[in-house]
């Protein structure tokens, strides 16, 4: 018996049996799901024959882009040789091996070690555990707080769901567990006051946390957590002052500090990570995504020499694991990835040929009635969505016009991402000049057709 395969029978078949993420499932079944059925470069295709430039790296993480058979071939020949064995009961196996001392080599010099997970979500929740027993260890007990930002997202499990800042998650499920903090976030546009330079507004949105530190007492305090770039809080990207005022804060108050790379590693922001690019020495550097470019779900926790040393030293047995940690298959396909990266200079280019072609197309789109600005570092930016470019205000019901925008961005072909009133996107490492023009030329259709929408609505004049 075949399985059906025409559009209509298809979404039947999904809205009756799948539960799909951050998705109002009944809205979504009156709809009906875009059913992707191949996939190739920077292009999908879906099951009505439609191109689609993916200007999101799947979900930031498709790094070399879709079709590597490379990546195909090891995750073929790992499955034929040793498709699973666990890294618990004094075992190992050597894509755990080689991998681990790929990444030692890859990440700045503090890191010497990985624990590895199945992905962005499960390194967080490591990073909890990780992070309280070292102080435990220490004679610390009472360092348990983890400090994070609002607007942050570090993943969907109650403890990674719980680091982030999203206020619509933390509404369901009695979010967020105890002992986890939030403080402001380096959002410019969004949240500087009248006549404040981005200068100060760096600083002064950094030295909230020297403020919560002395509210809440340092001797309580164990990390702070934050992604060099904010993501899926909409690409925020900080003031130049902002990292080093956090740099010298954690180092003074025996903070420890982790990098959330999920999205920002693996070559997104122009250099193999995104604290390299900002000039911060993170003590712990989680990472996923970018890592397998999404082939394989696979995700690790780097932890600096100086925290790894206590752990092992003194610490006995880490109660903590999953079934999947170091999975052989995963770390074939990351291997694999991390030979197509170094072999095309991967990072390099985005530092020197995609990223600044990129740039330069994308923030002329801020000239546009409807952006108030276009950021842009690497091969990940923003459009801020304004009906006020001038007085930096927002449109009423915030979000409702950026879910517009992103609906006509997919009739036009292009995925892009909606948080707020902002449009992001992220495309995969690879992508050609002449897709970075397509590209640009969608999103900017898009910003016409969402202007006319919202004339004729009498949302802007």
Not at 122 to 131: A, F, H
Not at 266 to 279: D, I, N, V
Request: with cysteine; glycine share 10%.
């Amino acid at each position: 018996m075949s399985f059906p395969s025409s559009t209509a029978e298809l979404r039947a078949l999904d809205a009756a049996h799948h539960l799909h993420p951050f998705s109002d499932t009944k809205s979504l079944n009156a709809e009906g799901a875009r059913v992707i059925v191949k996939a190739e470069g920077v292009w999908l295709t879906d099951s009505e024959g439609n191109r689609i430039l993916d200007g999101m790296s799947g979900l930031w993480c498709v790094n070399v882009g879709y079709g590597r058979q490379e990546i195909v071939e090891a995750v073929r020949a790992q499955m034929s040789e040793l498709p699973y064995y666990n890294t618990f009961f004094k075992t190992t196996h050597k894509p755990a091996i080689e991998l681990a001392t790929r990444l030692a080599e890859l990440t700045p010099p503090q890191f010497s070690r990985v624990f590895f997970t199945g992905s962005g979500s499960e390194s967080n929740d490591t990073v909890i555990r990780l992070v309280r027993r070292y102080f435990d260890i220490k004679e610390q007990p009472h360092k348990k707080i983890i400090i994070s930002r609002r607007n942050a997202y570090h993943g969907s499990t109650v403890g990674a769901a719980s680091l982030g800042g999203m206020a619509p998650m933390h509404a369901q499920g009695d979010l967020p567990i105890p002992g986890i903090v939030h403080i402001a976030q380096p959002y410019f546009w969004g949240e500087a006051r009248q006549g404040e330079t981005p200068e100060e507004f760096g600083l002064r949105t950094a030295k909230a946390l020297e403020s919560t530190i002395d509210a809440l007492g340092e001797d309580r305090i164990a990390a702070f957590i934050a992604e060099p770039i904010q993501g899926a809080g909409g690409v925020i990207i900080p003031p130049a002052t902002y990292w080093p005022e956090i740099a010298r804060i954690c180092r003074e108050r025996d903070i420890l500090f982790i990098s959330d790379e999920v999205i920002c590693g693996f070559g997104r922001t122009g250099k193999w990570f995104g604290c390299e690019t900002f000039g911060t020495q993170p003590d712990i550097l989680v990472m996923a995504k970018g890592i397998t470019s999404g082939y394989m779900p696979l995700g690790g926790v780097m932890v600096a020499d100086r925290v790894a040393d206590v752990l092992i030293e003194h610490g006995g047995d880490f109660n903590h694991g999953y079934t999947y940690s170091g999975h052989p298959a995963a770390c074939a396909a990351a291997l694999a990835n991390l030979d197509i990266m170094q072999s095309e200079g991967l990072v390099e280019r985005v530092a020197n040929d995609a990223g600044p072609y990129l740039a330069a197309r994308w923030r002329a789109l801020a000239e546009h009635p409807l952006v108030g600005e276009a950021p842009m570092m690497g091969l990940v930016g923003a459009l801020e969505l304004t009906p006020d470019k001038a007085g930096r205000t927002r449109f009423p019901d915030v979000g409702q016009v950026g879910t517009l925008a992103r609906d006509f961005s997919f009739k036009n072909g292009l995925v892009m991402r909606a948080v707020r009133d902002r449009l992001i996107i992220a495309p995969p490492l690879t992508i050609s000049h002449g897709e970075i023009d397509e590209l640009v030329a969608r999103a900017r259709k898009t910003l016409d057709d969402t202007w006319g929408e919202l004339s004729r609505r009498g949302w802007v004049r």
